[in-house]
């Protein structure tokens, strides 16, 4: 099932860009932890900024996958791919301004909001990149397994770049994908 699946390009292609998109899922969480701790930060602080981006996250992903339902994907993800960078780039700025933790955190929650909806629409397309029932369920089992991968590498990437640059390398790298 899954050689057919992949067998065509456009589903290759899907399934090679779903992952890229998704790796800042993975990365952020870490990310968030290291950038404010790098930049003096407390544990504590640390967890409830990763918390607070965590929660914005959960709240607005329905109104992410409505949007993706109504206007189709492409529409969204240009809006969502232009705000979640910038959020993060001003929560990256804040950090290393020396800004109150509470604008970090400000910072953090906006970028939560506005976390792309890569998911939903991913799952769109395979409606009708997989239409038979039988290829659609691989289609969903692969992306299953995609996001596990996902969240496996995505902090391994973050600790690299934190490792090899600086504290909010691994946030930048998040806004860059």
């Given at each position: 099932?899954?050689?057919?699946?992949?067998?065509?390009?456009?589903t290759?292609?899907?399934?090679?860009?779903?992952?890229?998109?998704?790796?800042?899922?993975?990365m952020?969480?870490?990310?968030?932890v290291?950038?404010?701790?790098?930049?003096?930060?407390s544990?504590?602080?640390?967890?409830?900024?990763?918390?607070?981006?965590?929660?914005?996250?959960?709240?607005?992903?329905?109104?992410?996958?409505?949007?993706?339902?109504?206007?189709?994907?492409?529409?969204?993800l240009?809006?969502?791919?232009?705000?979640?960078?910038?959020?993060?780039i001003?929560m990256?700025?804040?950090?290393?301004?020396?800004?109150?933790?509470?604008?970090?955190?400000?910072?953090?929650?906006?970028?939560?909001?506005?976390?792309?909806?890569?998911?939903?629409a991913?799952?769109?397309?395979?409606?009708s990149?997989?239409?038979?029932?039988?290829?659609r369920?691989?289609?969903f089992?692969?992306?299953?397994?995609?996001?596990?991968l996902?969240?496996?590498?995505?902090?391994l990437?973050?600790?690299?770049?934190?490792?090899?640059?600086?504290s909010s390398a691994?946030?930048?790298?998040?806004?860059?994908?």
């Amino acid at each position: 099932g899954y050689r057919e699946l992949l067998s065509k390009s456009e589903t290759r292609r899907v399934v090679a860009w779903g992952l890229i998109a998704r790796m800042p899922m993975g990365m952020l969480a870490l990310g968030l932890v290291l950038l404010v701790r790098g930049a003096g930060g407390s544990y504590a602080a640390a967890g409830a900024i990763s918390a607070a981006n965590a929660l914005a996250i959960a709240l607005a992903a329905p109104v992410g996958g409505r949007l993706v339902d109504r206007y189709g994907p492409a529409r969204v993800l240009a809006v969502y791919g232009a705000l979640h960078p910038a959020a993060l780039i001003a929560m990256v700025a804040l950090a290393w301004a020396d800004a109150s933790i509470w604008a970090v955190g400000v910072a953090a929650t906006l970028a939560g909001f506005v976390f792309p909806p890569v998911g939903s629409a991913v799952r769109v397309l395979w409606s009708s990149l997989a239409p038979q029932e039988p290829l659609r369920s691989k289609a969903f089992a692969l992306e299953a397994t995609l996001q596990e991968l996902v969240f496996v590498t995505g902090p391994l990437v973050v600790g690299v770049l934190t490792a090899l640059l600086t504290s909010s390398a691994g946030m930048v790298g998040t806004a860059a994908i």
